[in-house]
């Protein structure tokens, strides 16, 4: 009991305690793995599409766009595959020979290459997955996007919308193709129209048909290129909003969204990522979701790219990070990958961290110490229950005057309520990762 009202008056202390948290730096720069093949999988985003170029993206390296960018970085080749117009439905067209979809618009919105010319490079992206060692993919914007907008076109013409805002959006979506920033179009009348309140509640029925072909095909995609390569690095670069525009000829000059644009196409690019999110644990992929990437109309400026490849660079493992039993899909994978090579925590051997086994007194202890500066901790072989760790982790607050009181407040709530008794390693890494970062 005196325990817990120690770490009750902790809490009340904290309230008034000012200070900041001392943490060491990071051990210079992230060290990299060596990739010498690095493969492109996607749609136009990724390939490098300009709005206002004429550049032929379709299966080519495109100057100053991530994908280049990322190979260029490494010194490796770039295999380019990805190609304006590909959904996920036209991806696993190009892997499966005996997926044959039923679908009206299949290979029919690539600008400039036949369907033909585009199936003949099957082989090739096959061969290229298993050869590859890092793979990016980006793809599912046409999965809501063109496609998307003809289905949004449904819905909303049979609602009670305004009949000028039915007129111009019948005119719009009749001349509109794939390269056109479809969503970005129909806000712009709906705004225009003060639609914007219908248009959102028409969105939950549009978004449940379009993403279907995302959902179906996904989880196939991914196992097909596990399968083929079950040692490459798989970066899944999520989709992301296109409304810091651009006008053509001036990349400096970034348009303010207004509030209602960005609610609604945040809530279409949530809704997107959904699934990809879900699934990065299940398969050990590497997500990625970019923020605040400039765009000229739906597509990347060369500063929208940089900001992609920045976000990528981010992601990717660290070659010091050795211990082969915390895969990728571990959910504590960022919070030992960090505490490790930051030199926080060390493995129980050279190659395994064993994140499932007990949180001993002497691990905390020399974490606490070097994240504070000073920290003991007694009958140090000992295993540390919730309530030790609770109390280890305010005592360091406390002598350090850390001041976030709700800090301390989440810190209890997940000490203290969640899982069994036992704090394991990985949960121990991860409660001072948050305590250091958050």
Not at 83 to 90: K, L, M, N, S
Not at 180 to 187: F, G, K, M, R, T
Request: charged residues 25%.
């Amino acid at each position: 009991m005196k325990t817990f009202n120690r770490v009750i008056a902790v809490l009340l202390t904290l309230v008034l305690i000012s200070g900041t948290f001392m943490c060491f730096a990071s051990d210079g720069e992230k060290q990299y793995h060596k990739y010498e093949k690095v493969m492109l999988l996607g749609d136009s985003e990724a390939s490098g599409f300009t709005d206002y170029g004429d550049e032929m993206s379709e299966f080519n390296r495109v100057d100053d766009s991530y994908a280049a960018y990322i190979a260029d970085h490494f010194g490796a080749e770039l295999i380019p595959m990805a190609c304006p117009g590909f959904r996920t439905i036209e991806l696993r067209c190009m892997l499966d020979d005996n997926y044959k979809p039923e679908d009206k618009y299949l290979f029919t919105e690539v600008p400039r290459t036949p369907k033909d010319e585009i199936l003949a490079k099957s082989d090739e992206m096959r061969q290229a997955i298993k050869d590859t060692d890092m793979l990016m993919i980006g793809i599912g914007g046409n999965d809501w996007g063109a496609y998307l907008g003809w289905v949004m076109e449904d819905v909303q013409l049979e609602n009670n919308l305004p009949e000028e805002y039915k007129a111009a959006l019948r005119e719009f979506l009749k001349n509109a193709t794939v390269e056109d920033n479809i969503i970005a179009e129909i806000i712009k009348l709906a705004d225009y129209f003060n639609a914007l309140d219908e248009l959102a509640a028409a969105l939950p029925e549009a978004m449940t048909y379009a993403f279907s072909n995302l959902r179906e095909n996904w989880n196939w995609i991914v196992e097909y290129i596990y399968e083929n390569n079950p040692d490459i690095t798989l970066v899944v670069v999520g989709m992301f909003p296109t409304y810091y525009q651009t006008p053509e000829g001036e990349p400096d000059n970034v348009a303010q969204p207004n509030a209602a644009k960005m609610f609604v196409e945040d809530t279409i690019i949530d809704y997107g990522n959904k699934h990809m999110v879900e699934n990065q644990d299940k398969y050990g992929y590497i997500y990625v979701e970019p923020k605040d990437v400039i765009v000229e109309d739906s597509h990347p400026t060369v500063a929208g790219h940089r900001t992609i490849t920045e976000y990528i660079l981010a992601a990717l493992p660290d070659a010091r990070f050795t211990y082969e039993d915390v895969l990728l899909r571990n959910p504590q994978y960022k919070e030992i990958e960090y505490m490790t090579v930051n030199g926080y925590m060390s493995g129980t051997t050279a190659t395994t961290f064993s994140p499932d086994d007990a949180l001993t007194k002497d691990v905390l202890s020399t974490a606490l110490n070097k994240i504070t500066g000073s920290y003991e901790i007694t009958d140090s072989t000992s295993e540390v229950s919730k309530l030790e760790m609770a109390i280890a982790v305010f005592g360091a607050a406390e002598k350090n005057d850390i001041s976030s009181f709700f800090k301390a407040i989440k810190f209890a709530i997940e000490i203290l309520t969640t899982g069994d008794n036992k704090i394991t390693r990985a949960e121990g890494a991860e409660i001072l990762y948050s305590l250091i970062n958050n």
